[in-house]
């Protein structure tokens, strides 16, 4: 069996020796070492060079957001954060995640057996998926520049468009139940980042609502909705029982909660959320979104998969390109972190293209807006 080098990263000694406990239980890990704060992780790692690192974010001298930077900018190596359940150790996991870190685990109380049981399995999980993780030299997520936003225009109605009117303040008016295209988005492991590529590249006035479903428990999914809609044209919301659909708007599928759409007697399109089992482990599940869009023939329906652990969205996205759904697109295995649920589309022949994470937002681009 092959062993794995893991360095621990936190401020505390106590949490240090628990979370070095529960992964050294598993042969399969080997601490290779211990830093109390980030200036100690980036030495550790440029010395040691573990196949993984856990890192507390709030530490003193460097936190844990600056050492991930500097370790991905200088040394590449999968960090899985350490994150507290407040809302603001929420959002930081959010950036951790976007600035490069594989995934994140909420911090062991230490007081509850079955807590630390839960939290054990986890790690073990998550850091068989870390050490498997190929980083690439870590790259600024791409921006649009001002001529590759201007060739996104026309965004309006009547194909009239300008810089000015792409970097307008996002606002309800610009908000509308009606539309013909609906676009749907599944990933998890690897997604905040990629969504953020994604969701900031989508030009204001996108006359089409788009669906969202990131594998997260509660509190983090609103904290993601808040951080994408801080850095994108469109609205980002996270999703509430009963919303209407509407244009230049993006719904976050919230942690704990099946989100599906359906058509009322208005023939207005809302939200509906479910606690019904999980599906493939998952709530919410990407399948359960996908499938909820087949009965929606009407819409032009845009389907795509991104980075991520399993399978989730494969076989709802083969059933809507089997449905006539307009264009269905999996993340290239060239950007995911993990190629997971992009490869089981591919393999299933459920994905019409196959595109890197970069060139997602302008192919969904072209088609509402040909």
């Not at 807590?115 to 993780?133: G, N, P, S």
């Not at 792409?166 to 749907?184: G, M, Q, Y």
């Not at 652990?309 to 307009?326: E, H």
Request: net charge neutral; charged share 20%.
């Amino acid at each position: 069996m092959a062993q794995y080098n893991i360095l621990v990263v936190d401020d505390s000694v106590f949490m240090r020796k628990i979370i070095s406990d529960l992964i050294s239980d598993n042969p399969q890990y080997n601490i290779i070492g211990t830093a109390k704060n980030g200036q100690e992780a980036i030495d550790q790692v440029k010395l040691l060079r573990p196949d993984a690192v856990t890192m507390d974010v709030e530490m003193p001298v460097m936190n844990g957001l600056d050492a991930l930077q500097r370790i991905m900018a200088e040394q590449p190596t999968p960090v899985i954060m350490i994150s507290s359940l407040t809302e603001e150790g929420a959002a930081e996991t959010i950036k951790a995640l976007e600035w490069g870190a594989v995934d994140f685990i909420r911090k062991p109380s230490g007081s509850i057996s079955l807590d630390l049981y839960k939290v054990k399995q986890l790690l073990h999980e998550k850091l068989q998926m870390a050490v498997r993780t190929k980083l690439r030299s870590f790259q600024p997520i791409q921006q649009p520049t001002v001529a590759a936003r201007i060739n996104l225009a026309p965004l309006q109605v009547n194909k009239v468009s300008t810089l000015k009117q792409l970097d307008a303040k996002k606002t309800i008016t610009e908000c509308s139940p009606k539309f013909e295209h609906l676009i749907a988005i599944g990933t998890s492991t690897g997604g905040p980042r990629a969504l953020h590529q994604v969701i900031s590249n989508i030009p204001a006035g996108f006359p089409a609502p788009i669906l969202i479903v990131q594998h997260m428990p509660p509190n983090f999914t609103k904290s993601l909705a808040q951080r994408l809609n801080d850095i994108s044209q469109i609205q980002v919301v996270e999703a509430a029982e009963g919303d209407v659909l509407k244009t230049a708007t993006a719904y976050v599928a919230p942690g704990g909660w099946h989100m599906i759409v359906y058509k009322d007697f208005n023939h207005t399109y809302k939200i509906k959320l479910t606690k019904e089992d999980p599906r493939s482990g998952h709530r919410p599940s990407v399948d359960a979104l996908f499938e909820s869009l087949l009965g929606l023939n009407e819409l032009k329906r845009h389907i795509v998969l991104m980075t991520g652990m399993g399978s989730d969205g494969a076989r709802g996205m083969l059933s809507l390109r089997q449905s006539g759904a307009a264009t269905t697109i999996a993340e290239s295995e060239e950007t995911c972190v993990v190629y997971g649920m992009p490869r089981a589309a591919v393999e299933m022949q459920a994905a019409m293209h196959v595109l890197p994470q970069h060139g997602i937002a302008a192919r969904l681009t072209q088609c509402v807006l040909p």
